[in-house]
Every structure is written in C-alpha cells, then in structure tokens.
C-alpha cells in the first residue's frame, strides 16, 4: 500500500521561500519516478519537477532555476525546495510516484497521489 504525506505548505509572500516535504511509505525514493505536481484554480495541473528511472531531474520552465527536487534516502522522502516564489506559483501542490513510462517521467502517468498541500503566495 503506497502512501503519501505531503507537509511544508502556506502562505508566503512574493520572493519568499518553502520547502514542502513527501513522506513516504509502501515505495521506495530510489527507485525515483517520484515527483511533484501542482494545480492551480481553474487550472490544468502541471508538472513541476520530477525524477525519471535514472535519477535525473527534470523541472518545467516556469520554475527552472528557482525550484529543486530533491531526496533523503533515510528517511524515505521526497522533497521540493521552493525559492523566488511567484504568485502564479499559488496552487495545490501534490506528491506522486510510479510516474515514468519507458524511464521517463510525465505527471500523467504517476499512478500514486498525496493528498496534497497548499501553497500561496501574495
């Protein structure tokens, strides 16, 4: 039974940083194929930053450079570094795993979801 917890939401104010967190139990973080996946309101849902079969992040355009992905084996979690953040980075944001297909990663293929958590940004 895979399951997700995701923590580190709020609000924040334009420029500001978070860090949100994915625990995770039932699937392990290296075997990668995890990511993080947002929907905005009245948006389609993005994917974020994901890590294909190889380990290899990959991150959308609209937050190259100012979001990381990132992991602790440890603890079996995934996490997402979040800097200069944008009020268009206002959304629900949401961890997923088993997301690749062939090894590469695509949030419409991740089969399990968190719950989610809210991040916005004024």
């Known amino acids: 039974h895979v399951q997700l917890v995701e923590s580190g939401g709020g609000s924040v104010q334009a420029g500001g940083s978070l860090r949100l967190s994915c625990e995770v139990s039932?699937?392990?973080?290296?075997?990668?194929?995890m990511g993080w996946v947002r929907q905005g309101a009245g948006k389609m849902r993005e994917g974020v930053a994901g890590?294909?079969?190889?380990?290899?992040?990959m991150y959308a355009g609209s937050v190259k450079g100012r979001f990381t992905i990132s992991q602790d084996n440890a603890k079996n979690t995934l996490y997402l570094q979040m800097n200069s953040l944008k009020p268009e980075d206002t959304a629900q944001y949401y961890c997923?795993?088993?997301?690749?297909?062939?090894?590469?990663?695509?949030?419409?293929?991740?089969?399990?979801w968190g719950q989610g958590t809210q991040v916005t940004v004024s």
């Open positions: 997923a795993a088993d997301c690749c297909r062939g090894g590469s990663w695509d949030a419409r293929w991740c089969e399990y």
């Open positions: 890590v294909d079969s190889d380990g290899n992040a």
């Open positions: 039932g699937y392990s973080v290296t075997t990668g194929c």
